[in-house]
């Protein structure tokens, strides 16, 4: 398993913007696919975006044109720019690894998670 350690989130305003980071531990990063879940509460946690090993990518209709999922192999670490923040976009956000060079859209088939970071969006 791949150690994830979240940065980045806080308290912004409506409109504003943030970039969380994901730092991942070990070599084997590149081959797998990522991804960037939230969990508001109360509510389940849900995908955000995914970036396969080879670059596709994924984002949920509700952040497409706002946010941006992006991946640095050199660097072992893995991005969300989050332009144009909502209060509905105010949630514990997760990084996850998936062990293969895909993606899921399914978060029990991540083997690995960060510990979370939050964003909390005022209006």
């Known amino acids: 398993q791949v150690q994830l350690v979240e940065s980045g989130g806080g308290l912004v305003q409506a409109g504003g913007s943030l970039r969380l980071s994901c730092a991942a531990s070990g070599r084997a990063f590149r081959t797998y696919g990522m991804a960037w879940f939230r969990q508001a509460p109360g509510k389940e946690r849900e995908l955000v975006a995914a970036?396969?090993?080879?670059?596709?990518?994924y984002h949920k209709d509700s952040v497409k044109g706002r946010f941006t999922i992006s991946r640095d192999n050199a660097k072992n670490t893995l991005y969300l720019q989050m332009n144009s923040l909502k209060p509905e976009d105010t949630a514990v956000y997760y990084c996850?690894?998936?062990?293969?060079?895909?993606?899921?859209?399914?978060?029990?088939?991540?083997?690995?998670w960060g510990q979370g970071t939050q964003v909390t969006v005022s209006s």
């Open positions: 970036i396969s090993s080879g670059g596709t990518i």
């Open positions: 996850a690894a998936y062990s293969y060079s895909g993606v899921s859209f399914v978060a029990g088939e991540y083997g690995s």
